[in-house]
């Protein structure tokens, strides 16, 4: 299985979130790189964040980034 593009740009999004805090949200100016931005854009039609320019995440976007995060730091270890 490969892994889609789209979804790389997703997760990149993903990480962007600080963790440490449910109050902690981004904003994705309209001037960010169109992949971000759309990637931004799929996130929040999946429910995964609060706003369509960034926002909160969601309980299961919450989830989905400490997968994600989890993920890469199996993956980036030796």
């Given at each position: ?49 609060s ?28």
């Amino acid at each position: 299985m490969t892994i889609k593009e789209e979804f790389v740009d997703e997760i990149n999004v993903l990480k962007m979130f600080d963790l440490s805090s449910t109050q902690l949200g981004i904003k994705v100016h309209h001037d960010a790189d169109n992949t971000v931005l759309e990637a931004t854009q799929r996130l929040y039609n999946k429910g995964l964040i609060s706003q369509k320019d960034g926002g909160y995440l969601t309980s299961l976007g919450r989830d989905a980034a400490v997968h994600a995060k989890d993920l890469l730091t199996i993956l980036s270890t030796a």
